[in-house]
């Protein structure tokens, strides 16, 4: 069981960014941010985010200070990571080494990769209107990437899953 968790809140705004405030929790344990960069969990960074360690090294979350962190630190058993926007949630789990565990992000009315756009533009989805779309990662893995896409038509509603290539794919994640 955890033994202690780590909290990062972390704003996942693609298109705005809100005011950014950091505070430092009484209890050490817990960090608690509100961020203002934009945070993408795009396909070239779930390498960095696979590894606390990188996480430290890179910082994404500039007032966070995860360089604080003290990994490989037999106190605690496992690192929880969530973060939440208007958008989108994050839900982490890392090991005492700083080692993914599981992970799962959701982002909703993201902007789409070109081999998805490129399918919702031609052939038979060329007359309907995307009204809305949810990404899924899990585990920041290619190949667990899964979008969601609500298309309408003359007040007829379709929803396509798509995987990362834009590939139909059955309801999976």
Same mark, same amino acid.
Do not use: W
């Given at each position: 069981m955890l033994q202690k968790i780590i909290i990062l809140t972390s704003c996942m705004l693609l298109a705005?960014?809100?005011?950014?405030?950091?505070?430092? *929790?009484?209890?050490?344990?817990v960090l608690e941010v509100?961020?203002?960069?934009?945070l993408a969990y795009a396909e070239e960074n779930f390498r960095c985010f696979q590894n606390l360690n990188c996480l430290k090294r890179e910082d994404p979350?500039? *007032? *966070?200070?995860?360089?604080?962190?003290?990994?490989?630190?037999?106190r605690f058993?496992?690192?929880v990571v969530e973060g939440s926007?208007?958008?989108?949630?994050?839900?982490?789990?890392?090991?005492?080494?700083?080692e993914l565990i599981k992970a799962k992000v959701i982002?909703?009315?993201?902007?789409?990769?070109?081999?998805?756009?490129?399918v919702l533009a031609s052939g038979e989805f060329k007359e309907w209107i995307q009204i809305s779309n949810e990404v899924t990662v899990i585990n920041f893995d290619r190949s667990?990437?899964?979008?969601?896409?609500?298309?309408e038509r003359d007040g007829e509603i379709r929803i396509e899953y798509l995987n990362i290539d834009g590939e139909p794919m059955n309801r999976v994640l």
């Open positions: 705005t960014a809100l005011q950014a405030q950091a505070q430092q *929790s009484s209890n050490p344990s509100t961020e203002q960069r934009v979350f500039p *007032s *966070s200070n995860l360089g604080s962190f003290n990994l490989n630190n037999n058993d496992q690192y926007s208007e958008n989108g949630t994050m839900h982490a789990v890392y090991n005492n080494r700083g982002q909703r009315n993201v902007a789409l990769p070109k081999a998805v756009a490129d667990q990437v899964q979008y969601m896409v609500i298309l």
